[in-house]
């Protein structure tokens, strides 16, 4: 018999995967030419060619040592080099004392919040959210707290921010462009969240930590610029990988980037180091490291992603279906036709259309699309909409 808490959790756990496994059904079934797998957030376009070019060099150098140990923190040239491009789109002076290599975003929230959270202790989140966070904050104990988001712009609600900050709040996890809706958060809102962070912070004798998950950061469209967190926030941690800016998520690689604001920022990075070691992750991969401090400059061409999203987009608008445009990220999500976004879910899958409740993001009545797909998937994918669109009229 497996834990108790492992079993209540798989329960619960994202019905992304589930999704995932009713397309393969589905492929089994028709072909795959003929299912729109719009479940998960797998980048299509392949990794840009600087990429596989340095993976290639890499391999044929045979160096000595290349697949070995390092510091838990990472190559300090790949850190380096990490807090050379923040420093330069930021103004900040960070250097490689201030980075962590992690596996991936994901592996980096773990170590942050297993440095900073104590049992019950708190981190708030805004609806629609990535759904691990849930277990990612129950692995250590926290306690997660939702919070709504203005349904009309998913920005987050100030006021309800305001009053639910209390002090056992530790963290605050931000997650600009945003998955599932890609909405950026605006520069003007995160300064009036900085402003309610101080002064709680002023109000209760406490350190909150303003976590920024942004492995979507090189994904933004129509112009619109990325607000620079840790020039916002004084006690901020971004946490960032290249999943998705290089089209690398089976690679898991990523890191955190520490303030050089916050206190004792040493002790921090220790304290994530130590974290990385003992949750088993030990040290970033390191041939990936290596990749990435050759190629980091060549990201994915976000025009694709662009392209796609305005093909669907328009589509779903045409249709009836209400949505807010997304500004970055590669995700869409709309609201369902009917109230229930589990019943939506398995109308549209007998147009073989696989997609995620919004439930999932603890944002029930909507549903997310993951335009990061073939064009023909897209494109073959419109007729099955207008189907499903037309079952509602």
Do not use: W
């Not at 596996?103 to 629609?128: H, Q």
């Amino acid at each position: 018999m497996i834990a108790e808490k492992i079993h209540r959790n798989l329960q619960q756990a994202s019905l992304i995967r589930a999704m995932f496994e009713e397309g393969e059904k589905l492929r089994a079934i028709y072909g795959a030419d003929k299912v729109f797998d719009f479940s998960l957030g797998n980048p299509d376009p392949e990794p840009p060619k600087e990429v596989k070019d340095s993976l290639r060099k890499l391999v044929m150098e045979d160096r000595p040592g290349l697949h070995g140990y390092m510091n838990n923190a990472g190559y300090p040239e790949t850190r380096e080099k990490i807090a050379e491009a923040i420093n330069k789109e930021t103004g900040k002076k960070l250097s490689a004392q201030h980075i962590v290599m992690t596996c991936g975003a994901g592996g980096a929230l773990n170590i942050t919040l297993k440095t900073i959270l104590n049992p019950g202790e708190e981190v708030i989140v805004f609806t629609p959210y990535f759904g691990e966070y849930t277990f990612y904050i129950d692995n250590y104990s926290g306690t997660m707290v939702e919070l709504p988001s203005n349904p009309d712009t998913f920005e987050p609600d100030l006021a309800q921010l305001e009053k639910s900050i209390t002090p056992l709040t530790k963290a605050i996890i931000i997650n600009s462009p945003n998955n599932p809706t890609g909405v950026v958060y605006s520069e003007q809102l995160l300064k009036e969240m900085a402003r309610i962070v101080d002064c709680k912070e002023e109000k209760f004798h406490t350190t909150i930590y303003v976590i920024s998950d942004e492995p979507y950061s090189k994904l933004v469209y129509d112009g619109i610029k990325l607000p620079y967190i840790l020039n916002i926030f004084r006690h901020s941690v971004l946490v960032n990988s290249f999943s998705k800016s290089h089209s690398l998520p089976g690679e898991r690689i990523g890191f955190v980037a520490v303030n050089d604001a916050i206190e004792n920022p040493k002790e921090f990075v220790d304290g994530l180091s130590f974290s990385n070691r003992i949750l088993g992750y030990v040290n970033a991969p390191a041939l990936f490291q290596r990749v990435i401090t050759d190629s980091m400059e060549k990201v994915v061409d976000k025009a694709i992603y662009e392209e796609r999203r305005d093909i669907l987009y328009n589509h779903l608008i045409s249709l009836g279906f209400s949505c807010v445009k997304p500004q970055g990220a590669f995700y869409l999500f709309p609201k369902t036709l009917i109230p229930d976004d589990i019943e939506f879910k398995n109308r549209a899958l007998k147009h073989n259309l696989v997609v995620v409740p919004g439930r999932s993001f603890g944002c029930p009545g909507y549903f997310r699309i993951s335009y990061c797909v073939g064009r023909d998937t897209i494109t073959n994918s419109l007729p099955a909409f207008s189907a499903l669109a037309e079952e509602f009229k």
